[in-house]
């Protein structure tokens, strides 16, 4: 059974006001989106997922004195408002209500591939291989500093008792900056 | 169903693993160890670098556990190597202070980097190359320069690194040395026997209650070596290494509160925030190790250490939302990162309990002192983006967040205590140290300083949970070196120990 569908307006209300991109979203969009926000709540604790489910419901009302209607009903620049002073209410309670929200939220769409390939995150389990041109000698235009900096005079910050051939210590590692 | 063995161990990661390596000698001898894994073991192929699937796989509640306020996130790890699956493997000793800070006898500085020196070449510790440091990583060396400080380069326990920067993640390419790649192996070479899917649900004198579950269905992970169900095991000595969240809630549940007055106190936890800014232009930030350097700032009470982190959890950790944190996120490519963690100390208050379930609850409030520890992070690291080129800065505890370099010389006004707002503000910690605390006297602490309960010679204690001060650096080796203690006096004890059991 989905846990959205009794708020499932209102949480969309919040993403479009807080994510704006969503605003942008087809049926499609929603359903991925709404997937990973479910399977998010799925394994949360039956307590948490009721209090959070509570301030959804609760923040649409809010929004009647704070900003002159519910949320489903204003605009979503309206809408931001209203959660902008919830994010900062004096009340912890609205706080973290708000806080938890916006993370649920953030997860159902930063977490979808194609948003994901779009900020331009590249991440590879290929590493440096599936990104040659990335590496530091193939960009020394890009870096012109880090042959220098990387030189010898970091390595003396270091402790010479070594514990591998090939590097300098643990110990002394952390010697600080000055 | 009742089963006898000589030793378990609780816990698969820097602790556990140790602990069950430094057993195998005996083992090889006859001695009877069985290690028991809450997580699961996921098999090469299972590790995809995919955010919310691996969280899920390799997280404790997918890294989303919260204080009991709910101001602050813990991550830790739940799999077979524990939170050794999902560090970066950054390398460090704490310094001699901290040794002395912690006042334990017999536990000194040499002590424990003589230990943490083996484990270190064990692991395959070593410096990265030049041509593995991307430019997330230089840029911050560059920008400390810039503002009149030397960073410090990190030792880094990985094998074979392809910079996938996937590291806390699970590294899909087997290369971070973590305890589910040497000591765990090892130890099953040898005999010990490890059984993943396995929560401890309670120990007892001389015994422990296991629950063994089955594979959820399409969930990551092998199944268990042994059968869903209930088991009660005997054993000599009990080895508690569930972490520091892990052992004092076992403790605590188990009913033992009574006996070691202490348990869920001295809890530490290197409170940090993940700082962001932007580059006019793209730099290299996605692919290679992604963190190669730190800058100790013990007098000012915090490390400030390169990162880079992935969509999701870079959201959740800017300040805000809407249109302009949306635009911070669309320009990842152009990102810089700088994990800020303050040097907490411990405080009555902050401490570990548990709930009506058994689960660990952490109640933490930060004091003045985090607090403006953090700032005073949050203003260098700032110094430190402007310095390495950035245009904006991305400040929790400012008010916009946003700083650009017309701000520099009013960041002592902008960056600020007063908008340090929680529940508003995003801060998480991976390192939590404390809640079974060593010490001489059973009135001040948990255990000796060998991690034995004091009044229960069977049971021990092994790993962060022991700290009792924070440890200031990343904590991996330490809990290493202390397992290692531990390990070696559980050896010395283990002949009266068995002959107190057959008695």
Redesign the interface.
């Known amino acids: 059974m989905s846990l959205l569908a009794p708020v499932r307006p209102i949480v969309r209300a919040v993403a479009e ?5 969503t605003q942008r979203y087809a049926a499609a969009d929603w359903a991925a989106f709404e997937a ?1 926000v479910e399977g ?1 709540l799925a ?2 604790p039956a307590a948490l997922q009721r209090q959070l489910l509570t301030f959804v419901r609760l923040a649409n009302l809010l929004a009647v004195p704070l900003g002159g209607g519910t949320l489903v009903s204003l605009a979503p620049a309206q809408r ?1 408002r209203v ?2 002073r919830l ?2 209410a004096p009340v ?1 309670l609205l ?2 209500g ?3 929200l ?2 649920l939220l ?2 159902g ?3 979808r591939p194609e ?2 390939a ?14 040659p041109e ?4 193939a ?1 020394p235009e ?2 012109p ?3 220098r ?3 010898p ?3 003396r ?2 402790n010479p ?1 070594a ?2 051939p ?6 002394g ?6 | 169903m009742t089963l006898t063995r000589d030793v378990v161990i609780i816990g698969s990661g820097a602790a556990g693993g140790t602990v069950a390596q430094a057993l195998a000698p005996l083992v090889r001898a006859g001695l009877r160890v069985t290690l028991f894994e809450q997580g699961a073991q996921l098999d090469d192929a299972e ?3 995919r ?2 699937e691996m969280a ?1 796989a390799l997280f404790e ?2 890294g ?1 556990v919260l204080t009991a ?3 602050m996130t813990l991550a830790f790890g739940r799999a077979y190597g524990g939170s050794t699956v999902t560090y970066t493997g950054t ?5 001699a202070h901290v040794f002395e800070r912690w006042a334990i006898p017999t536990l000194t500085h040499a002590d424990v ?1 003589a230990r ?2 083996r484990y ?2 064990e692991n ?4 990265l190359r ?6 997330n990583n ?2 911050f ?2 920008g ?2 810039a503002v ?8 880094v326990n990985t094998r074979g ?6 590291c806390n993640l699970g590294c ?2 087997a290369a971070k040395q973590g305890t589910h790649r040497v000591q765990l192996p090892a130890a099953e070479t040898a005999g010990v026997e490890v059984v993943t899917r396995a929560e401890v649900l309670r120990v007892g004198e001389r015994e422990v209650t296991v629950r063994v579950s089955a594979r959820p269905p399409g969930a990551k992970g092998r199944e268990s070596t042994w059968a869903p169900g209930e088991y009660v095991v005997r054993a000599a000595a009990v080895v508690s290494c569930g972490g520091s969240m892990g052992s004092t809630a076992l403790l605590l549940r188990s009913g033992l509160a009574r006996a070691l007055p202490q348990l869920g106190e001295r809890y530490t936890c290197h409170p940090a925030h993940i700082l962001v800014a932007e580059h006019a232009q ?3 930030n ?3 190790f992604p963190k190669s350097y ?5 007098d000012e009470g915090f490390i400030l250490e390169t990162c880079m982190y ?3 959890i ?3 950790n800017l300040t ?4 302009d ?2 635009r911070f ?5 152009r990102l810089q990162m700088i994990l800020v963690m303050a040097h907490d100390r411990p405080v009555p208050g902050n401490r570990i309990t548990i709930d009506t379930a058994g689960r660990p609850v952490v109640h933490y409030t930060f004091t003045p002192a985090v607090r403006e520890a953090l700032v005073r992070a949050t203003r260098l690291s700032a110094r430190i983006f402007f310095g390495a080129g950035a245009v904006r800065v991305h400040a929790p505890s400012a008010d916009p967040p946003l700083l650009t370099r017309d701000d520099l010389p009013h960041l002592d006004t902008r960056v600020h205590a007063r908008h340090f ?4 503000i ?1 801060v998480s910690s991976a390192h939590m140290m404390g809640g079974c605390g060593m010490g001489a006297d059973a009135r001040t602490s948990v255990t000796d300083a060998w991690g034995r309960a004091h009044g229960l010679p069977w049971l021990r204690v092994a790993d962060s949970a022991l700290f009792p001060d924070s440890s200031d ?1 990343n904590p991996y ?1 330490t809990v290493m070196a202390l397992a290692d203690r531990a390990a070696e006096a559980l050896t010395a004890d283990l002949g009266a120990l068995r002959a107190g059991a057959d008695a």
């Not at chain 1, 590692?173 to 000055?178: D, G």
């Open positions: 006001a807080m994510v704006p991109a990973g998010a394994q949360r931001e959660l902008h994010e900062r912890a706080r973290r708000t806080w938890g916006r993370t953030f997860l769409h930063y977490t948003v994901v779009a900020s331009g995150w590249r991440g590879d389990a290929r590493g440096w291989e599936a990104r990335a590496r530091p000698e960009r890009a870096r500093e880090v042959r900096e990387v030189q005079e970091v390595r910050t270091v008792t514990v591998d090939e590097v300098d210590s643990i110990a590692a952390r010697k600080p900056s000055a | 590790f995809t670098g955010e919310l899920n509640d997918g989303g306020d709910g101001a390398s460090l000793v704490p310094d980097t943490a020196a270190a070449t395959g510790v070593h410096f030049d041509d593995e440091i991307n430019e230089a840029r060396a560059d400390c320069r009149g400080l030397e960073a410090g380069r990190f030792p690194c392809r910079g996938s920067g996937l899909p390419n793209p730099i290299v996605d692919v290679g730190f800058l100790d700032r013990p992935f969509p999701f870079t959201a959740k805000g939302f809407g249109a944190h949306q996120l669309d320009a990842f490519p707002l929680t529940h508003r995003s650096v080796l």
